[in-house]
């Protein structure tokens, strides 16, 4: 906790000096005994430049005097909330309430750290294909890779970690080709921020929405989770991934129900007889791109571009056991068109 405690006459040059050894993380800001003043950000500074107060010596009249905190007496009922604004903030001061002594720091880590206490785990590995060139999302994905398009600020691929990471898995294997380097850049840094295990497979070439896979068979577990990289959901992961293995599945699919408008009227005729209806409205149970497989199934694939229909084709002729369950279409946030990425765009997901 010390490495994020500043005090409030602290000398502004060794202050953005701390900032960046922490890599942007804020710092919480005190004095004399731990009494909590505030906290320093590189917005803090940012705007500092803009006013001019960054020719201050010291961060006294830069820092946020009216930075949120909690109380530590109220940490319990509200830690739903507070994991919330983690994500947001990086960090929250915890304070106590009589002697306003800051008493913890609750960053990622420990929140995660908290989290898996309370939920069960999946005990399985995580595949995240990463590596399409996200032609739908054109033409934000010219400049960044789909994985790290921000939501309210914060990349795709990290809501979809932060989401699963909750579960305890083993490990994360995520799979790229297109903007590798960039992406790895970014992965390489999120593994010191999580105590989560994050391994990167290069495609050397594009192998389709499940092809990438097969660089992976000697890596995973009996069964795995794979899930796109435009997919989040706000599931119970253990649900689902106890449902395929009790019912001993090869493969299961994730679905949702969607209400579809067809934009015409429907003729039909039954026994010579004329019905017609005006823009009918359909149900269906649609793909999230989200699967539980059986190791097992990677027999039929090969080092070549596979797209997911065709595997799951492959697996339905060789009589493997295919389901689905089914999930509340509202947990599903789907942002692989554009339209539906600018939708999300500044929501809290």
Known sequence: ??????????????????????????LVVVKNKNIFKGILSYYDIRRSIIDGSITKKTINDIY?????????DVLKNKFNKISEKVKELSIIPIVDRKSKKLVE???????????????????????????????????YTEVLPKPL????????????????????????LITLNYKSKLLSTYLKELK????????????????????????????LSKNFILTNCD?????????????????????????AKKK?????????????????????KIKLNVNTGFYIIKKSCLKYLREKYTDFNEFLEICIKNGQKIDN?????????????????????????
């Open 192 to 219: 010191n921020e999580t105590d989560t295990r994050i391994e990167i497979v290069i495609e050397k070439k594009p192998l389709g929405t499940i092809g990438g896979i097969s660089l992976l068979k000697k890596r």
């Open 105 to 139: 720091i609750l960053d990622f880590k420990k929140i995660s750290r908290i989290n898996k206490k309370h939920e069960k785990k999946i005990n399985c590995d995580i595949v995240i294909m990463a590596g399409g060139k996200g032609t739908r999302l054109k033409p």
């Open 149 to 172: 398009l921000p939501i309210k600020n914060k990349p795709i691929i990290r809501h979809i970690i932060e989401k699963l990471e909750k579960f305890s898995p083993k490990k994360f």
């Open 64 to 72: 946020n005097k009216r930075a949120q905190f909690i109380y530590k």
């Open 231 to 255: 997919t989040i959901l706000n599931s119970n992961y253990y649900d689902l991934y106890n449902f395929h293995i009790k019912n001993n599945n090869d493969i299961t699919v994730v679905t």
């Open 1 to 26: 906790m010390n490495n994020l405690i500043i005090d409030h006459n602290y000398p502004t040059k060794k202050a953005i000096n701390k900032l960046n050894k922490l890599r942007g993380r804020s």
């Open 325 to 349: 369950i089914s999930i509340n279409s509202n947990t599903w946030i789907d942002v692989g068109q554009k339209d539906k990425y600018q939708n999300y765009f500044n929501k809290h997901i």
């Open 260 to 280: 579809f408008i067809i934009p015409y009227g429907h003729c039909e005729k039954n026994n010579n007889k004329f019905k017609f209806t005006e823009k009918p």
